[in-house]
């Protein structure tokens, strides 16, 4: 049984540099998400992907963030020109669609910008 | 404006006894309720959940409390086990969304010996 799966689990970059990170869903899910987490917080809610469409942005998704499903299987979260408040852990969650499906999360990727 | 609120950032409990985590909301649009897990440097792990139109669910060692009038849930873990040691979170989605979760700020549990 393959869950989620991110990549990088870490990633140190310098402000101002680019990053990408990668998500696998569960394979049979069709639903994907994106959500920022740092510490002592609940995770936040990014972006949402229907197959290969992105529904919903959350106003936190600034012009820097770009994410992509392009045929509807992985996913990949961008940062351009990264800060220092971009700082966190980065998850993944995927699940079917429906009525009230349980997400399904990945173990995450932690971006630290020195 | 905290729409999910987890008011314990930390509970102790001891091994074998029940675990009450407790999570209240102001949203009344809140149709479905989650609760995960979370050990350090993992991702969280669905529990359990619960639909707005029950007020109970159970799953083994865990039960979801859903009373709607008082916009509050909690979860019982009956019997507490050393490994239930974890950050629990609860979630919820409101009836105008298909997707979008709203989280507490979760509550860590410890499980003495």
């Known amino acids: 049984d393959t869950g989620v799966s991110q990549n990088p689990r870490h990633k140190i970059t310098k402000r101002g540099q680019n990053v990408t990170f990668r998500c696998d869903p569960i394979?049979?899910?069709?639903?994907l998400y994106w959500y920022r987490q740092t510490l002592g917080q609940g995770p936040e809610f990014l972006t949402y992907?229907?197959?290969?469409?992105?529904?919903?942005k959350s106003r936190l998704l600034s012009d820097r963030f770009s994410a992509e499903r392009p045929k509807g299987s992985f996913s990949t979260l961008e940062i351009q020109r990264t800060e220092q408040g971009d700082s966190a852990m980065y998850l993944c969650?995927?699940?079917?669609?429906?009525?009230?499906?349980?997400?399904?999360f990945g173990d995450g990727t932690r971006l630290s910008i020195l | 404006d905290q729409q999910v609120k987890q008011n314990s950032p930390s509970l102790s409990v001891q091994e074998g006894r029940i675990s009450i985590l407790n999570c209240d909301y102001t949203?009344?649009?809140?149709?479905?309720f989650l609760w995960y897990k979370k050990y350090p440097a993992e991702g969280p792990t669905f529990l359990i959940s619960?639909?707005?139109i029950k007020d109970k669910n159970e799953d083994g060692r865990f039960t979801v409390f859903l009373n709607k009038s008082a916009k509050h849930l909690s979860l019982h873990i009956v019997p507490s086990q050393p490994g239930d040691s974890a950050v629990y979170f609860c979630?919820?989605?409101?009836?105008?969304?298909?997707?979008?979760?709203?989280w507490g700020a979760g509550t860590k549990l410890i499980i003495k010996p």
């Open positions: 949203n009344s649009m809140f149709d479905y």
């Open positions: 619960i639909s707005s």
């Open positions: 992907f229907q197959n290969e469409a992105q529904l919903e």
């Open positions: 979630a919820a989605k409101s009836m105008d969304s298909n997707y979008q979760l709203i």
């Open positions: 969650a995927s699940s079917l669609s429906g009525v009230n499906q349980p997400q399904h």
């Open positions: 394979s049979e899910h069709n639903r």
